[in-house]
């Protein structure tokens, strides 16, 4: 692994969801970033985590890779959308026929960078990987900042399709007044010795 070029995530949000069956696909036939041998995928109840596996074999096995973490959730898919069906007025059927249906489980990468990215070690690599699982998703949105080489990059990725992202330096709300809108507690009539 390289140390010589910088690389971080400073904030991602990610509402992303695809089925589980087509995110397994999707990491068994991926050709990963440097650095990354594979990538492990472990299910704990509703809880699913996509571990990287270090190529620089001097990693200690204990030493914790940036994983992503999803939730897995069970949705009805229908054949044919039932709000079309009932739209659609038939006088000639008496009876309405059941729509065929299934339940696929779906993998939901939902939250902030804490929540969806964990881990320092290998984190702006799997930043990438997420980045692939983005374009692979049909339903979501991802939007990031990150640094490569001392560079500020902007990532967002709704529904699959890259588009065109900014980022946009803004003063925050601790920037104003320096603190003097604050309760000064020493000078307070309230509180008595």
Known sequence: MSTEESRHVYRLHSTLELPLEELREHIDDATFPDG????????????????????????????????????????????????ERRQSFRWDEEEEEEIESELVEFAAFKGDRET???????????????????????KGTLTAISERDGDLEA????????RPADIEVVEGPRDRGSGQGGVNWRDNKFISD
Do not use: H
């Open 36 to 83: 990354i041998d594979d990538v492990e995928i472990t299910r704990r109840n509703n809880t699913l985590i996509l571990k990287a596996v270090a190529e620089d074999q001097s990693v200690s096995k204990y030493t914790p890779t940036a994983q992503l973490k999803a939730s897995v959730t069970e949705n009805r898919v229908y054949e044919e959308d039932p709000d």
């Open 116 to 138: 969806v990215l964990q881990n320092s070690l290998l984190q702006y690599e799997m930043f990438l990987v997420l980045c692939e699982i983005a374009e692979a998703a049909e």
């Open 155 to 162: 990532t967002r990725i709704v529904d699959g399709e890259p």
